[in-house]
């Protein structure tokens, strides 16, 4: 299976400061189609996650565009340019190459 | 598009469970559709998927033999039949188009297996 490292696992971050999380998978996600299936999610507490990003670095619709997705082949960044408030949650990242598809561990992102 | 998961519940170790989801708001047989499920307090895992004819089906080895995904796409139906339950089976199970770029997630209905 591909496993999908995260880090860090906690990023304590301060209001209107940027944040950034690594997501490194153990095999290239670059499918034979020619496109990286790679996929970042918030959930909240109480709620199903959202997809924020896919394919690395495409927003989904109304996400802000403070988020911002990187990277290629093995490793990818999410960035955060300036946290708000509602940015709080645990982070995910998912790659939809290989199977079985599989998550990060998940990065709590909390306000200092 | 709306994805409702039923059929959650307590069920004793050994036991099985059956999970449904229906959809509406989009072509079901446009989609693959998946499961995925998260243990309480803890990440999210990928069960299983079907592609939409339910010729092809792939799950996460933890499952395999026990679990089976399947599909009525006369219904805009998805269910999850679980079988020889174990308490590593707790979690909140959920309902996902597609397998790729899972976009949509059903609220999740919760299955706790003890005695």
């Known amino acids: 299976d591909v496993v999908m490292t995260q880090s860090p696992l906690s990023l304590p971050v301060t209001l209107g400061q940027p944040a950034s999380i690594s997501c490194r998978s153990s095999q290239s996600l670059v499918y034979s189609d020619g496109n990286t299936y790679l996929n970042w999610f918030r959930q909240r507490p109480g709620q199903s996650p959202r997809r924020l990003i896919y394919?690395?670095?495409n927003r989904d619709s109304g996400v802000p565009d403070r988020f911002s997705g990187s990277g290629s082949g093995t490793d990818f960044t999410l960035k955060i340019s300036r946290v708000e408030a509602e940015d709080v949650g645990v982070y995910y990242c998912m790659q939809g190459t290989h199977w079985p598809r599989t998550f990060g561990q998940g990065t709590k992102v909390e306000i200092k | 598009v709306q994805l409702v998961e039923s059929g959650g519940g307590l069920v004793q170790p050994g036991g099985s469970l059956r999970l449904s989801c229906t959809v509406s708001g989009f072509t079901f047989t446009d989609y693959w559709m998946s499961w995925a499920r998260q243990p309480p307090g803890k990440g999210l895992e990928w069960v299983a998927s079907?592609?939409?004819?339910?010729?092809?089906?792939n799950y996460v080895d933890s499952v395999k033999g026990r679990f089976t995904i399947s599909r009525d796409n006369a219904k805009n139906s998805l269910s999850l039949q679980m079988n020889s339950l174990r308490a590593e089976d707790t979690a909140i199970y959920y309902c996902?188009?597609?397998?790729?770029?899972?976009?949509?997630w059903g609220q999740g209905t919760l299955v706790t297996v003890s005695s």
């Open positions: 996902v188009r597609g397998h790729r770029e899972t976009y949509y």
């Open positions: 079907v592609k939409q004819d339910g010729t092809e089906k």
């Open positions: 394919k690395v670095s």
